[in-house]
């Protein structure tokens, strides 16, 4: 099993490029999300898909669009990028969208720059 | 001020040694906590997770929320070196969104 995957490991962008980070899990769950992570700010939620079909915004939506093209796949896609867009970002998955319950697992992470 | 906050450290500890990790938070609608460990350049995963207030233990590890000072600590008993990494806080509210610290880097030295 190969849990969550993300491509691409590295990327560099300039100020106003676009480009979609690219998230797949095997594990067949239902909910999955995507975080950027900056030194000293931890984990900041982007957005979430509680399901199939559904996505909602988190905690720092703005720049950044999505898409939940079936149960394994969930994009990110930033259509002008900013180089306060730099930062490391991951998928994570849940079976469903209690995290209460449910373990979230995730993925290896896409390390962004924008120059 | 940050909903969840954590002394980013580095915390350098011998080989054996017990680690106490701490967290303080300011949402009062947190219920559940959980601990995260990030190794270097890898996602987090899940280490334990505590509902409300009390401990919990799984081997060498114990989790404790006190809900009346905001406060969340991580125990590790017998600290090895496959031990060091980052170690990130979360708090969980009814909104099914978890609220990470800035994490605290751990390193076990031999």
């Known amino acids: 099993n190969a849990g969550v995957t993300q491509t691409p490991k590295f990327q560099v962008l300039k100020t106003g490029q676009s480009m979609t980070l690219q998230c797949a899990q095997d594990?067949?769950?239902?909910?999955m999300y995507w975080y950027r992570q900056d030194p000293g700010m931890g984990l900041r939620l982007i957005y979430y898909?509680?399901?199939?079909?559904?996505?909602d915004k988190g905690e720092v939506p703005n720049g950044y669009n999505v898409s939940r093209l079936n149960k394994r796949e969930f994009s990110l896609r930033l259509e002008s990028a900013a180089p306060s867009q730099t930062s490391v970002y991951f998928c994570?998955?849940?079976?469903?969208?209690?995290?209460?319950?449910?373990?979230?697992?995730f993925g290896p992470g896409t390390r962004l720059t924008v120059l | 001020q940050k909903e969840v906050e954590q002394d980013p450290g580095p915390l350098s500890v011998p080989e054996g040694a017990i680690v106490s990790l701490n967290c303080t938070y300011s949402n009062s609608a947190f219920q559940y906590f959980m601990w995260y460990r990030q190794y270097s350049r890898k996602g987090p995963e899940l280490l334990m997770y505590t509902y409300s207030s009390g401990n919990k233990e799984d081997g060498r590890f114990t989790a404790q929320v006190d809900k009346s000072s905001k406060y969340i600590s991580l125990f590790i008993r017998d600290s090895q070196p496959s031990d060091s990494a980052t170690y990130l806080c979360?708090?969980?509210?009814?909104?099914?969104?978890?609220?990470f610290g800035g994490g605290t880097r751990l390193m076990v030295k031999p």
């Open positions: 979360a708090g969980e509210n009814a909104g099914n969104m978890l609220t």
């Open positions: 994570a998955s849940s079976a469903s969208g209690s995290l209460r319950t449910d373990t979230q697992y």
């Open positions: 594990m067949n769950h239902n909910s």
């Open positions: 898909s509680a399901s199939e079909g559904t996505t």
